[in-house]
């Protein structure tokens, strides 16, 4: 989520970001840029650490089953409920099967950018952007979602004004008007497959409420709306440059970039990760 003020700059909770343009130290080493990518990557909600790259709830998501409520908490769990991997590896999306892309309502011009820029930034297709608009039953937030007219089971829903309030211009979560941390399930590869027990993963940008006071925006811009697709695509802690500082620069861009690298598949150790530049 990416929270926008006039006067200060804050990083609250986990997919809480930040807008303002800053100076970035873009002379990272290749060891800063995979502690990076596996701070920012394997996240639960824990508070940072002081000595943390990350800004924002950083901490280690080795998975775990709630058996009670039958869901995920944390990346790395599988379809069998086997145990997580004692050294888990890079959780990203597998190159080549394309991201199921839906607009609720209408599609705005943001969220081509953002894709169109995140292809870019990796070097090959990454969505399908077939679904086109959508329309669904909303209720209140709690209240389950029929998605049963879809032609998948899974997929992103990108969502304008359904991001909650307090000053809020973008989260990605379960469902719209919340900012419910979204758990991924990962195959035997260790690949983000989809959240559980909601299969889409909702990125919604710009308040729907009416937040009183000056010095603050609901409306989310370009870099907020890249920033908010960082994080559903796995990008999920906060570092300089990417909600600290700016919202999504050059730094991000890295990030990202290394991530979705052909020479670094999902589950690779991040240890062993192949950097790019």
Not at 18 to 43: A, E, M, V, Y
Not at 182 to 210: C, H, K, M
Request: net charge negative.
């Amino acid at each position: 989520m990416m929270r926008l003020s006039a006067l200060t700059v804050a990083c609250a909770t986990l997919l809480i970001g930040c807008g303002s343009d800053s100076d970035t130290d873009n002379s990272w080493s290749n060891q800063q840029l995979f502690d990076t990518i596996k701070c920012s990557n394997l996240r639960l909600g824990k508070p940072s650490q002081p000595d943390s790259y990350c800004t924002a709830n950083s901490g280690y998501a080795w998975g775990d089953w709630d058996h009670e409520h039958g869901y995920c908490k944390g990346q790395y769990c599988f379809e069998d409920k086997s145990p997580a991997p004692e050294h888990p590896g890079l959780t990203r999306f597998i190159q080549g099967e394309l991201i199921p892309v839906y607009y609720l309502g209408s599609e705005d011009p943001r969220f081509a950018k953002a894709m169109d820029r995140a292809e870019a930034i990796v070097g090959y297709p990454m969505f399908d952007r077939s679904g086109g608009v959508i329309e669904l039953e909303l209720g209140e937030w709690w209240e389950p979602i029929d998605y049963s007219h879809l032609p998948t089971e899974w997929g992103f829903i990108w969502s304008q004004g359904t991001s909650p309030g307090n000053c809020s211009s973008g989260t990605v979560s379960k469902g719209p008007n919340m900012s419910n941390l979204v758990s991924y399930l990962a195959d035997r590869n260790q690949g983000l497959l989809r959240n559980v027990p909601d299969e889409f993963t909702w990125i919604n940008i710009d308040s729907g409420a009416e937040i009183p006071g000056e010095g603050c925006t609901i409306i989310a811009d370009d870099e907020v709306t890249l920033h908010e697709l960082g994080h559903a695509l796995g990008m999920g802690n906060h570092f300089q440059g990417f909600g600290d500082g700016a919202a999504f620069d050059a730094n991000a861009e890295r990030v990202l970039r290394t991530m979705y690298s052909p020479h670094n598949p999902p589950g690779q150790p991040f240890d062993a990760l192949y950097p790019e530049d």
